[in-house]
């Protein structure tokens, strides 16, 4: 427990008890157990975090808080103000202009800073975070350590599934689910740690021991005003002036954002081996081996990259099965041979980068390399088999790098034709709608343009940019385009166009168990639907009766 005058040392904010008689000091020698963002989250002992909002202030709801339990507020002089009229008891409230930016520590200093009994490996980037994340924690596992997951599909502790809703929780939930996880005897947790999170302070007074990058691409910026905006978010887990910057740095350099980000992860350290750099001699954001090239030239055969990387990658071998082997070598100069079983040249590159971050906490290297060569990831390049005879998949890629590297994935893996189906989530990053289309256009034989998380915005008006940017590729260089709102059915449609030796992937939602329209979250999981289409497939066989592909407008291409 904390006491409210110590907690208020702690974030410098000031002590005042609204509504309280002279000599009256009660409220302030409360003892607090916890604190929320939340109003209705609050349980008694618990300090209410009343942020002011774009909408409403938080302190608008302190009388809720304080009819849970809520023996302080923390707000600034407006939510003050609103506290004194919500009651007529004696309340303390720390008083704070920015309390935004008091929360994290705020929260740290509640639960006993937790992140300090603990190592703890924060992985940011645009794409890989919550591959890379569970093979570090398969890594880590199979070197005995006792480890804790925060992620984008689900939270666990030593295995067991907690679910989560955001890739990062905010500063509240994260240090109390940290001092639970200290608690069970976590030594080690491995965390995505996304742009909004470290823009917002979801991970502030999080002590990181190690912080991991895997590569940079268009995504976010709805929030981020440009892409040099979305990297400075990144930054804030590397950089010399950061409050949240990580003791060590392992850095992917694979692409030219990743080299840019090693020079801020260097800058100000005595210790040159603070930093580590992995490269594959490819780009790690879209799998493109040709990207070696640009700033500098990074290549896993030689020249600046092999001479100045301390891990590289060579001899990979993709199989058949979509398992992959290459030879990882270290900063110790020992080649060691280590397997993958995701498809995709930049899941090579995942691995890589799990395999030094298991090492940057003093994980026996051999054992983290054992340790990830059968992992799977919910939702990231997952088979959905029921007998048929060509490959379905289901993918998150939700961004146009990690949409061309998927498709070139499975491309690549067969000789067949490859259909898609794709869509771009509501109230988010509007310009890569169109370029989501065109790379789907460039890359595939069929693409079904259909929902995807539609949230408040008009699904047709989603479909539509999307299907311009199809469209803006020359008929000769694309392949078929239909429009199908309805995403079962457009499923079914693709399912009803693969042939023998095929490939049908469904991007853009992958391990999520629900579609957001207008609001309203309607069960929905990709891996299901596909499922349940196949087995419609099985039934009618290949040349039998399929549903009809309705539910939207046609618009035929070249084959």
Known sequence: MTQI????????????????????????????????????????????????????????FAGTALERGAVAVLTDEAGRDLVAEATSDPVAVLVHPEPRAALGAASATVYGHPSRSMQVIGITGTSGKTTTSYLVEAGLVA???????VGTVETRIEGIRVPSTLTTPEAPQLHALFAVMRERGVDTVVMEVSSHALALGRVDATEFAVGGFTNLSQDHLDFHKDLDDYFGAKARLFAEDSPVRAQRAVVCTDDAWGRRMAEVARAGRDDATAVRTV????????????????????????GVGAAGTDWTVTDDVPEETGVQQFTLTGPDGIARRATVGLPGRYNVTNAALAVALCA??????????????????????????????????VDYAHKPAALEAVIGTLRAATEGRVAVVVGAGGDR???????????????????????????????????????????????????????????????????????????????????????????????????????????????????????????????????
Not at 458 to 484: F, K, M, Q, T, Y
Request: no cysteine; charged share 25%.
């Open 360 to 393: 940057e906490v003093g994980a026996d290297i051999d054992a983290a390399i054992r340790g990830i060569a059968d992992v799977a990831v919910p939702g990231r390049v997952e088979r959905v088999e029921r007998g048929q005879d060509f490959l379905a998949v």
């Open 429 to 559: 990053d509007r310009t890569k709608r169109p370029i989501m289309g065109e790379v789907a256009a460039r890359a595939a034989d069929l693409v079904v343009v259909t929902d995807d998380n539609p949230r408040t915005e008009n699904p047709a008006a989603i479909r539509a940019a999307v299907l311009d940017g199809a469209h803006s590729v020359p008929p000769a260089e694309r392949g078929e385009i239909l429009e199908i709102g309805d995403r079962a059915a457009a499923i079914d449609a693709a399912v009803a166009w693969a042939r023998p030796g095929d490939v049908v992937l469904v991007a853009g939602k992958g391990h999520e168990t629900g579609q957001e329209i207008d609001g309203v979250k309607h069960p929905f999981d990709d891996r299901e639907v596909l499922g349940a289409a196949l087995d419609k497939y099985r039934t009618a066989g290949p040349d039998g009766d399929h549903p009809p592909a309705a539910g939207g407008s046609h618009h035929g291409g070249k084959a």
């Open 279 to 302: 490269t594959t001699g490819g780009d790690s954001a879209t799998g493109d081996d040709s990207a070696a090239g640009d700033a500098g030239g990074v290549g896993a055969a030689g």
């Open 5 to 60: 005058s110590v907690l208020a040392d702690a974030i410098g904010a000031r002590v005042e008890i609204v509504n309280a008689a002279a000599g009256d000091d009660a409220a302030r020698a409360a003892a607090v157990t916890g604190i929320d963002l939340r109003a209705q989250g609050i349980r008694p002992g618990d300090v209410f975090a009343a942020l002011p909002g774009a909408r409403a202030h938080g302190a608008s």
């Open 143 to 149: 070197a005995g350590r006792v480890v804790g997951l």
